[in-house]
């Protein structure tokens, strides 16, 4: 015979009103810790805080100007498609007040950007921001033979390489063979940052060879002195997963949960925080609808 199934709550939670003001109140006075921009200072801003800190970072990005030369070489490093030429056009997007495909952007297996592509950020109006170059290059493939060697990659970043430049596995860069291979490069004609850029979605799907590459090329790049920062992309696949789901985009939140940290941090707590505001929203709307009148109430 079956038996009734067990009604019995596994764990009584109590997700009483004192509760969820605290959590709110917490929120609300949550200051981050660090300056990063993250998504946790978004969600507190609201709308009016986001905007004046779009003003101030443009402001600041606009009036940026290196100590030493007339701009920043920034190049962007990454596995094909990653998105290095979308961030490029991104981020001339946002100085453009509107979607800008400046560098080009392909949906390809090999790597849709071939050459050595140097973009100067630049506002059709307004704020001009004219201190920061973004170097597009070919993306690292997952062996030797299809995308730019470390060769390539440091002679780049060493500013022996003019702009134009088309990478061939087969032809790697030599002061010989290169048209015009720059023997002694100005500081100007250097790199001054590297980016890479990863995907998101794609990071459980990257070959192993590409760890070992990016190990190889933080070595040379660190020992040349330039330092390496990493963009995320693709983390707005909150629409991949509001169709998924047949769901508003307005109903998903995003979480971060605690996977490998040893130690909770406040941004973290943040985003977890605010998707438990965010059910409970929906749960007092049931309430709602679905309170039972109040002759019914059991005494
Ligand atoms: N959803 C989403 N798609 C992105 C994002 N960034 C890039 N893409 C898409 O990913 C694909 C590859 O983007 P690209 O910018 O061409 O990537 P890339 O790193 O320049 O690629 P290669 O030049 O081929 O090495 C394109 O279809 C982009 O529209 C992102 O943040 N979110
Ligand atoms: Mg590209």
Known sequence: MAQAPDRSPWKTVVWGERKRTKLIKAIKEFKPISGSVTKARILLLG??????????????????????????????????????????????????????????????STSFTKKLQFYKIRSLRGQQPDGLVLCDTMGLGDGAMTGPTLH??????????????????????NPSQTLGYRK???????IHCVAFVLDAVKMSSYHGSLSSSFQQLREHISELGIHQVAL??????????????????????????????????????????????????????YFLDNSPPPDCETP
């Not at 961030?87 to 949906?107: E, H, P, Y």
């Not at 702009?163 to 061939?168: D, K």
């Not at 002694?184 to 250097?190: A, F």
């Open 47 to 108: 709308p009016s805080g986001v905007g004046k800190q779009r003003t101030t970072l443009m402001k600041n990005i606009s009036s940026y100007k290196p100590s030493c030369t007339e701009a920043a070489r920034v190049l962007l490093l990454g596995p094909v498609g990653s998105g290095k030429s979308s961030f490029i056009s991104s981020v001339q997007s946002v100085f453009n007040g509107r979607v800008t495909n400046r560098a080009m952007v392909g949906s390809f």
């Open 152 to 173: 390539d990659v440091l002679s780049v970043i060493q500013g022996h390489v003019p702009e134009g430049h088309v990478f061939s596995p087969v032809q790697p860069v």
């Open 232 to 285: 995320l992309t693709h983390v707005d696949l909150i629409n991949r997963a509001a169709a998924l789901l047949g769901m508003s985009t307005s109903y998903i939140v995003p979480v971060k949960n605690y996977s490998s940290e040893l130690d909770v941090d406040d941004n973290t707590d943040v985003l977890l925080l605010n998707a438990v505001d965010h059910i409970l929203q929906y749960a007092d709307l």
């Open 184 to 190: 002694r490069p100005s500081l100007e004609e250097k």
